[in-house]
């Protein structure tokens, strides 16, 4: 079973550019993630998809930040303009439903990450 | 708000000791509990889900435990080696919501 991809891997740019990333999430999962990891600290919590629509976007800062989830597939992060403190890993994550609280075991899988670097 | 913690942030031993890694959490109320492994440059490799009514789980040389109501979790690795050199992150899913709330890491090296 293939897992989270994501891309590009690395991405340098200057403030005040603008930065897109892209995540595949497991087939099947209906569930998306999109986290920040600043060095030093543990995953945060961007946003949730459940299909193509919301769940969760209360710790995306929405005047630079968006994302979509087009088809309830495939999901496209997007920094514009991006800040110094923007530099950080961006991890895309993908679970089966994670509405359906009876599931006997929740799991997130993780991709491997964009690593951004603000300049 | 949940809020977890890891001690020690970083733990170097040499190779063979048996360690513990350890995580707290703010609120009890929570749904399950995860350990993860991050090698550097790379993503989150899930090693042990322990739901709220277990008290814990093996897989291998690594077991972790929950302790829900003081707020607690160990994961105890037996007779390190250096492939077990990671940074280890533990997670808690609240009841009622989705996402999960990560503690900082810990930084381990096992030293040949």
């Known amino acids: 079973e293939a897992g989270v991809a994501q891309s590009p891997r690395y991405k340098i740019i200057e403030k005040r550019q603008s930065v897109a990333f892209w995540c595949n999430p497991i087939?099947?999962?209906?569930?998306l993630y999109w986290y920040q990891q600043i060095l030093g600290q543990g995953p945060k919590l961007l946003i949730q998809?459940?299909?193509?629509?919301?769940?969760?976007d209360s710790q995306l800062p929405k005047d630079r930040f968006s994302a979509e989830r087009l088809k309830g597939v495939d999901s496209t992060l997007k920094i514009q303009p991006a800040k110094l403190e923007d530099s950080a890993v961006y991890l895309c994550?993908?679970?089966?439903?994670?509405?359906?609280?009876?599931?006997?075991?929740?799991?997130?899988?993780f991709g491997p990450g964009t690593r951004l670097t603000v300049t | 708000k949940q809020e977890v913690t890891q001690i020690p942030a970083a733990l170097s031993v040499p190779e063979g000791e048996n360690l513990v890694l350890n995580c707290s959490f703010t609120?009890?109320?929570?749904?399950?509990l995860q350990w993860f492994r991050q090698d550097p440059g790379k993503g989150l490799t899930s090693l042990l889900l322990?739901?709220?009514?277990?008290r814990e789980q093996t897989s291998g040389r690594l077991n972790a435990s929950l302790d829900k109501s003081s707020g607690r979790s160990t994961l105890y690795i037996a007779a390190s080696q250096p492939g077990d050199s990671a940074t280890y992150l533990c997670?808690?899913?609240?009841?009622?919501?989705?996402?999960?709330?990560f503690g900082q890491g810990t930084r381990l090296t096992i030293n040949p």
């Open positions: 998809f459940q299909n193509n629509g919301v769940v969760d």
């Open positions: 997670a808690v899913r609240e009841q009622g919501a989705q996402k999960l709330v």
């Open positions: 994550a993908s679970s089966l439903n994670a509405m359906e609280v009876f599931v006997s075991r929740y799991e997130q899988y």
């Open positions: 322990i739901q709220s009514s277990q």
């Open positions: 087939s099947g999962h209906a569930t």
């Open positions: 609120d009890s109320a929570i749904y399950n």
